[in-house]
């Protein structure tokens, strides 16, 4: 079946700096993506989403980059902080499969002091 | 708004009990679905619901039963509990409508439901 993975399961960065993490689908049909970060104990949290009309989304500190032609989208998160450190996954999902969605399963992001 | 809640946090069951996890959400969403995440591993749908009275299976809906009789609540019902079904479950909804250049699907999650069969 279809699946959504992820490049690296652990990614550790220094506080301050830019963090990027990556992700495959492989869903043709997928036209919508999705990012979340999910701290222990809890659950999942959304962090941003982009539309396969798009290539580039911006938030608040976090940056969702979307290149359809090689499957893949990224999340870059500037400067990186204590709080950021968590595991994200992403998800896609297509139209007409009652949004569902379809996980990776996820990169855990420490951030080093 | 309280958003999603789900109860019970935590619960041990054993082998071939039965129980309920709840999932209720105020934000009127029509769209809820519930998932399980095994350790170290990415969400699994089990079931899925697009409205009141309307439910269908997601990736991994053995073992389990859902009803969808109110817009706000989605409870999951485990009949015979095993082993295999430890797990932490969640449960999401969203609110599934199409605008111009605007995401509206997207999901929002409960806190979960921690579930240990002995």
């Known amino acids: 079946g279809e699946s959504v993975g992820l490049h690296l399961p652990t990614l550790s960065v220094q506080e301050g700096d830019n963090s990027i993490i990556n992700c495959a689908y492989s869903n043709s049909a997928s036209d919508y993506f999705i990012w979340y970060k999910q701290e222990s104990g809890k659950g999942p949290q959304f962090i941003i989403d982009i539309r396969s009309n798009m290539d580039k989304r911006q938030g608040q500190r976090v940056t969702v980059l979307l290149n359809k032609t090689v499957k893949h989208l990224s999340l870059q998160i500037a400067a990186t902080q204590p709080g950021d450190s968590a595991v994200y996954f992403c998800?896609?999902?297509?139209?007409?499969?009652?949004?569902?969605?379809?996980f990776g399963s996820g990169t855990q992001l420490t951030v080093l002091p | 708004n309280a958003g999603v809640t789900q109860t019970p946090k935590f619960r041990i069951l054993k082998i071939g009990q039965s129980m309920t996890l709840q999932c209720t959400q105020d934000?009127?969403?029509?769209?809820m679905y519930w998932y399980r995440q095994d350790p170290g591993m990415g969400l699994k749908l089990i079931y899925y619901s697009v409205g009141a009275g309307i439910t269908d299976k997601g990736e991994v809906p053995n073992g389990y039963n859902v009803s969808r009789s109110t817009t706000e609540d989605f409870p999951l019902r485990l009949e015979l509990a095993a082993p295999s079904q430890t797990s932490v479950y969640f449960c999401a909804s969203s609110y599934s409508m199409l605008r111009r250049n605007q995401s509206t699907d997207t999901q929002y999650f409960g806190p979960g439901t921690r579930l240990t069969v002995l």
């Open positions: 998800a896609d999902g297509a139209s007409g499969s009652a949004r569902q969605l379809t």
């Open positions: 934000m009127n969403h029509n769209y």
